[in-house]
């Protein structure tokens, strides 16, 4: 295993999303959580963090599978009296004979994003070195209400199929900040390696989320930043601006209709370069950037 993170990183995230549910809200209909004194649209923590946990499981994997390393937050099963059952945490604890440090040991998940771990006696919390804040669109939108039927009736002898109501969004930009917290990481163990999958996961993990409602999302702008002492700017997301030029934001359907201006983004790096010992920014090549008018393609140290 590689060594523990020890240097604190912030992690800036956008990505798009068409004609699409970006994260339904289970008490409200499954409608996209929203923001309607802003008009924006909401994506919780908690699903950036499933992206995540999805793609390690389904593709690097973490899959629990013989010796192999694990995803602790995952539905398993188990059989009692030839029925399937889920487990709940103090039996997924047992696969891991409730030692703590094979959990950590084994799951990423747990050494990333921490967690409990609920024993039979007691129960162990593990503060998570990655820490999003909740997501939010850069543009307003709306929620779009559409109709549909299904393929079959409620019920027998019925003349007429279901019907079905989705909610979707026409169009959004999602942000997230995030903070990698070497401080926790001493404790969860989280390691260098883990830091490279997160990075990885957060990325590849929103491209193959390729479900019926969301497809149509794609990654646009991954940037982190490493700092070489214990600081961090703050509110990355909230310095990034759309120029739509003529049409208004409510408008936007895709890249072609905006820039991303990281104009204050760029004076705020350039404020604490000396705190900053690296910058890494992966960009899709549909998103055109501009620094103060001027179109830019790269955000690096040395441009600081």
């Known amino acids: 295993m590689s060594e523990i993170i020890s240097n604190r990183s912030e ?49 690097k994997g973490y899959n629990g599978i013989g010796e192999n390393q694990d995803i602790f937050v995952r539905e398993t099963k188990y059989e009692d009296g030839g029925k399937e059952y889920i487990k709940d945490g103090k039996r997924r604890a047992k696969d891991f004979q409730e030692q703590a440090n094979v959990i950590i040991d084994k799951c990423i998940d747990i050494r990333v994003f921490g ?38 009736a409620a019920s027998d002898k019925k003349m007429q199929a279901t019907f079905r109501t989705e909610y979707k969004i026409p169009y959004a930009i999602i942000g997230f900040n995030g903070v990698i917290n070497e401080k926790s990481a001493r404790y969860s163990k ?21 479900s019926r409602s969301k497809f149509g999302q794609a990654p646009l702008f991954l940037l982190t930043i490493d700092y070489n002492e214990p600081f961090y700017i703050g509110n990355l997301r909230q310095r990034l601006k759309l120029n739509c030029g003529d049409i208004n934001e409510m408008q936007i359907r895709s890249t072609n ?34 620094d103060d008018g001027q179109a830019i393609e790269k955000i690096s140290k040395d441009e600081l």
Do not use: C
């Open 115 to 152: 967690g409990v771990i609920p024993l039979s006696n007691d129960s162990i919390t593990y503060i998570g070195p990655v820490q999003f804040q909740m997501g939010k669109s850069l543009n307003k939108t709306e929620i779009v209400e559409e109709l549909g039927t299904g393929a079959f």
């Open 257 to 290: 209709n905006f820039k991303l201006d990281v104009t204050e983004l760029m004076a705020v790096l350039k404020a604490h370069k000396a705190k900053i010992s690296n910058i890494n920014l992966k960009v899709d090549s549909r998103l055109l950037m501009v």
């Open 11 to 59: 992690i800036l995230f956008l990505y798009d999303i068409e004609n699409a549910n970006p994260n339904g809200d289970p008490l409200n209909e499954n409608r996209p959580r929203f923001d309607t004194e802003s008009s924006t649209v909401l994506v919780s923590d908690v699903r950036l963090k499933r992206t995540i946990r999805d793609y390690w499981y389904e593709y």
């Open 190 to 210: 989280m390691n260098v390696d883990d830091k490279a999958l997160l990075i990885e996961g957060i990325w590849d993990g929103t491209k193959n989320l390729i």
